[in-house]
Each structure stands twice: as structure tokens, then as C-alpha cells.
């Protein structure tokens, strides 16, 4: 018995150390955890109750430059951390002229002392990276500049929300990583659900996405898929409405509706709206929207600094400026001001300059360009053989903006799935199984289509990892040159 005491007493201290220090072991789950790490790059994880690396974003492009060669993955967060801490520093991001990480931890139990330890690990990764590169980093929990703005920015909007108003910086985080990735998810209700609901909603959006997945790669991949869904839709729905037509007229039902042509447009028609859909989400991240006009004067000075600087660091090649450029500039000239500068900083007009912006991106990214709006009235009005009314009903929607275009697609959907079961309902078991033979039997045909689909995905991937890597090497020589010159 005294044995068996003793040998307790061991396992208890054991568990204790172990578990200030790690997430395995004897320590129980602590369910799942929402980790953001933003230096500008931006990077999400998720993390089981374990400690370990279960799904790994990019949240903006610099992340995937970040993240391109690395594989974080069944990492324990220590070692997933130390990783991008490293690339970090070595690329530049992280320096003494940008040493504060700005980070937001949610856990599905809420355990406070859970949270802290998590923040420890991260701490003592960065602080190691940070002092290998000369410099000190500090970390700050309380969310960054624009966390917070925003969160203002939506307590204002939502005031009758109560799930709004109550929402901490670090679930903002959480909810617009998850509405960002995926366009279904309205903010309102990704703001109504808990913490476990939102990190499985997180991961179920991260497991379809790869670092190298750039705007460049998602436009290559929605126009390939356009070509080859078409090509199938086409065959295999012409199957369907040639092989109703004969059945009819086998029947000597020659003036019956042919349903399977009625099938087959809808089904084009979905897919092409389908695509018109993709297309317009892409720019569906308000960070990502272009500004029609920013008063970068202003802004400058706001912000104390001078207006050249500024515009160099928000303005693309092409002199596109977006509201996630401005947010990540702002972030990072307030977060590395010291701390009698920032509390000397009056950002009240700053703060109403940067929510009008953000109005003006949310309003465009739900807006629907006139090249699109033109696909989709073509593909309606082509329905209208068939008596349909949705051009009326489009007509009353005046200008489309992306939830018109969802509604359209559904209805289009619903109406393609009726003309199914009205074909099923007119013929035989035998004859839907011939037909079904009949579209069985494309496959060879659709063959060089699929081929050619993922031939045009595999080069997608491989220009944008290519593209990422050369970005990512370019920026370490170019970080390894300057501290060479000082």
C-alpha cells in the first residue's frame, strides 16, 4: 500500500512540473485554442487540447511568403512558434524598428491560467529569435491597434447586438479570420456563436487552404474550374435532355415538357453564376478592397509622420491602396511608439478617418462589378425559354451585390434539382439507368477536361510557390545586406 503511495505521489509532481512547461503528457485537454501571431505577417493556429499544431492560415500575403517553406503541422506550439519567430527575424519582419508582436489567444474552456501559459511559450520563442537577432521583442495580449478600432467600429454598427457589444479583441480576431475564409458565414453570426462552434468553423475553412494559395493562384484555379465544370456540366446534362426527348417520343409524348433540357440549363446556369460567385468573393475581405480615393495627407498627418513614407508603405507598384495596407502601417507605427507617445496620442480623428475607410470597403466588396452583373443577366434571360420569371425578380434587385448573386445561384440550383425529380418521377427505373449508364460512359470523353483542370491547378500551385519562395528569399538577403552595411 505504501508503495502504491508513493508511486502516486511521484505521477502527481510529475504531471505538476511537466506541465508548466508542456501541453502533453499528464495534463488533461484543455479542448481546442485560437492562436494569432501579428507582426504583419499575420498567422492563425489552432491548436488541440494538447498543445500541438492541428491547422496552421496565412491571414494576408506576407504570411504565406512566411510560411512557404515551413511545415507547422503536429508541431508542438513551441516549436511552430520558434519556427516562424526565426523566418521572422530573418526576412526582416521582425527587427528593432518592429519589435512588438501583437497576439490573441481563445481557448474553448476559457481557462485563464491555460491562456497565460500559452503566451509564455509564445514569449519565450519570439524573445529567443529576437535576442539571436540583437534586439528585444515585446509582446502585447491586448490586441492591436486595428483589433481594437475595429471592435469599436462594429459595437457602433451592431448596437442592438448583445453578442457584439459583449465581444473581446481576441473573438473579434477569431470571428473575422473565420468570415474572412468563409464568405457564407455573416459576421453577425459568426459574432451569435461560442468559441467551440468558432474554431470549428476555423477549422473546417483552414483545411482548404495552403500558404501558396495567392490571389494570383485562386484566379488561375476559378477560371480553370469554370472551363472544366462547363465542359462536364454541358456533356453530361445533354445526355440527360437528348435521352428524355427520346423516351418521350417513344411514348408518343411529343408535346411533353422535356424536362432534361430544362435540367440541363439550369445546371449550366448555376455553374456559370457559380462562377461569377467565386470571382467576387475573392476581393470579399474588406482589408483586400481597393480605396477609390484615400487623403494620404491626412492620413500622414494623423499618424506624425511624413505623407512620402506613408504612401510607400501602403501603395502597391501600381499605386493601389488598400485598407488592409493602411491598417498594417497604422499597427505598426502605433505599436512601436513608445509608451509616452502613445499615451500623448490623440487618435479620436484617426480612428473616424480609418471607420469611414472601412465603410467604404465593406460597401464595395458586396458590390458586384458590371462585367459580372452582365453574366448573370445573360444567363437569367436565357431561362426565359423555359417561362421563367427570374429576370423579373432580378430586375427588382436593381444593382446586384454578392448576396443577390448567392440568392440567384440557389434559386437557379433549386430549380435545376425539381427538373431532376421531375424526370425521375416520368420514367422508368430502367430507363434512368440507361441514362445514368449513358453519363457514366463520358468519362473518357471528359478525360482530356479533368486532365487539362488539374494540369492548369498543378501550375498554379507551382508559379505561386515559386513566386513566395523567391519573395521570401529576396527579402533575407536584402535583411542579411543591411545589417551588414550597420
Not at 481597393?290 to 512620402?308: M, N
Request: net charge negative; glycine share 4%.
Amino acid at each position: 500500500m505504501k508503495k502504491k503511495l508513493v508511486a502516486t505521489a511521484l505521477i502527481a509532481v510529475l504531471c505538476i512540473s511537466l506541465s508548466a512547461a508542456v501541453f502533453t503528457g499528464c495534463e488533461q485537454d484543455n479542448g481546442k485554442t485560437y492562436v494569432s501571431l501579428d507582426i504583419n505577417p499575420s498567422v492563425s493556429l489552432i491548436l488541440d487540447g494538447n498543445g500541438a499544431v492541428l491547422d496552421v492560415v496565412a491571414e494576408n500575403e506576407d504570411a504565406q511568403v512566411l510560411l512557404v517553406d515551413l511545415t507547422l503541422e503536429g508541431k508542438t506550439l513551441e516549436e511552430a512558434v520558434k519556427l516562424v519567430a526565426e523566418a521572422s527575424v530573418e526576412c526582416g519582419f521582425l527587427s528593432a524598428e518592429n519589435s512588438v508582436v501583437d497576439v490573441s489567444v481563445v481557448a474553448e474552456n476559457g481557462k485563464a491560467k491555460y491562456e497565460s501559459t500559452i503566451l509564455g511559450e509564445i514569449e519565450r520563442s519570439f524573445s529567443a529569435a529576437a535576442t539571436d537577432g540583437g534586439f528585444e521583442i515585446k509582446l502585447n495580449s491586448e490586441g492591436s491597434y486595428t483589433l481594437n478600432r475595429m471592435l469599436e467600429y462594429y459595437k457602433e454598427k451592431y448596437p442592438d447586438n448583445a453578442a457584439v457589444q459583449n465581444m473581446t479583441p481576441a473573438k473579434l480576431d477569431l470571428v473575422l479570420s473565420v468570415t474572412e475564409k468563409d464568405g457564407s458565414i455573416s459576421f453577425e453570426a459568426a459574432a451569435q456563436a461560442d468559441i467551440s462552434s468558432l474554431i470549428t468553423m476555423a477549422e473546417t475553412a483552414y483545411a482548404e487552404i495552403e500558404p501558396y494559395m495567392t490571389a494570383a493562384y485562386n484566379a488561375a484555379v476559378t477560371e480553370a474550374k469554370l472551363v472544366y465544370e462547363n465542359a462536364k456540366a454541358v456533356a453530361e446534362s445533354a445526355v440527360w435532355a437528348a435521352k428524355y426527348a427520346q423516351f418521350m417520343i417513344k411514348d408518343l409524348d411529343l408535346f411533353a415538357v422535356n424536362y432534361g433540357a430544362v435540367y440541363a440549363a439550369y445546371d449550366v446556369a448555376a455553374i456559370t453564376l457559380d462562377y461569377v460567385l467565386d470571382k467576387a468573393e475573392q476581393a470579399a475581405d474588406a482589408t483586400d478592397a481597393a480605396l477609390a480615393q484615400v487623403d494620404t495627407a491626412k492620413l500622414a498627418e494623423l499618424l506624425g509622420v511624413e505623407e512620402s513614407e506613408l504612401k510607400a508603405a501602403v501603395a502597391d507598384e501600381n499605386g493601389v491602396i488598400t485598407l488592409g495596407s493602411i491598417d498594417a502601417y497604422v499597427d505598426r507605427v502605433v505599436k512601436n511608439m513608445t509608451d509616452e507617445a502613445q499615451a500623448a496620442f490623440d487618435d479620436s480623428e484617426l480612428k473616424t478617418y480609418l471607420n469611414g475607410l472601412q465603410a467604404e470597403a465593406e460597401e464595395f466588396v458586396n458590390s458586384l462589378p458590371d462585367e459580372y452583373s452582365e453574366k448573370i443577366y445573360d444567363a437569367v434571360e436565357a431561362m426565359e425559354q423555359f417561362g421563367d420569371s427570374a429576370m423579373d425578380f432580378v430586375r427588382e434587385l436593381g444593382d446586384l451585390t454578392v448576396d443577390d448573386v448567392r440568392s440567384i445561384v440557389t434559386y437557379f440550383e433549386n430549380e435545376r434539382d425539381e427538373a431532376m425529380e421531375q424526370i425521375r418521377a416520368n420514367l422508368t427505373s430502367e430507363q434512368i439507368a440507361e441514362i445514368e449508364q449513358a453519363v457514366a460512359a463520358l468519362n473518357d470523353t471528359l478525360a482530356q477536361a479533368e486532365s487539362a483542370f488539374e494540369s492548369a491547378v498543378n501550375k498554379a500551385a507551382e508559379d505561386a510557390k515559386a513566386m513566395l519562395a523567391a519573395a521570401k528569399a529576396e527579402l533575407a538577403e536584402a535583411h542579411r545586406q543591411e545589417i551588414t552595411v550597420d
